[in-house]
């Protein structure tokens, strides 16, 4: 008779998976993804190592799964900027502004999430994030387009420009060592660009 987990077992062994992904999300705002190790994320969940390995085959595997929890929130917050209210245009520079300000607020985490070198299954990952922002923007400027406050263009096209552009300057800000000035320069310009790659006539 193949075993079978009780309701108690189950909630425990999702209890300590949900310990050892927040480790590993302190870990990886803190020392990024090579600093992300599974011996490391043990300690700090206060687990065995086998304990993590148990839950995941490997580091891809946990870096991965705390990518899909907080990428849910960065993508949330991004879609709740987009349907604020005013004009189009508005919204997707408060799109930008949100996505850039939360980063410049947790730039190692923000730099592993976006550039650092990873994996392949944490690579897909982002990837998928970035293709969520991707298509709130495109949605956003679709609209701008129908309404006639947008020239037209290829909605999909502008808002991969848009993330990838955003995503580029940000690089710089998220691997200094002080953010403060250099994220004061970067915001107005990085909004100005967002407005003149829409083709917004007042940029």
Not at 30 to 40: K, L, P
Not at 174 to 192: K, V, Y
Request: aromatic share 4%.
């Amino acid at each position: 008779m193949p075993y079978r987990r009780t309701p108690r077992i189950q909630e425990r062994l999702d209890t300590q998976r949900a310990a050892i992904v927040d480790a590993a999300t302190e870990l990886l705002a803190e020392s990024g993804y090579a600093g992300c190790s599974m011996a490391a994320v043990a300690a700090r969940a206060g687990v065995s190592v086998g304990s993590v390995y148990r839950h995941f085959p490997g580091k891809a595997e946990l870096v991965a799964e705390l990518f899909r929890v907080v990428v849910s929130r960065e993508v949330a917050a991004v879609d709740e900027a987009s349907r604020s209210r005013g004009e189009i245009t508005e919204r997707i520079v408060a799109v930008i502004e949100t996505f850039a300000g939360r980063a410049l607020k947790a730039p190692r985490l923000a730099y592993a999430l976006l550039a650092e070198p990873v994996d392949a299954p944490v690579e897909a990952e982002r990837l998928r994030f970035r293709r969520a922002f991707r298509d709130i923007v495109a949605s956003r400027i679709e609209e701008g387009v129908a309404a006639g406050v947008l020239p037209p263009q290829d909605p999909q096209i502008t808002a991969a420009a848009l993330v990838g552009a955003a995503a580029e300057v940000l690089i710089g800000p998220l691997t200094a060592e002080h953010t403060d000035g250099t994220a004061t320069a970067t915001m107005p310009a990085l909004c100005t660009f967002t407005l003149r790659a829409l083709g917004d006539a007042h940029a």
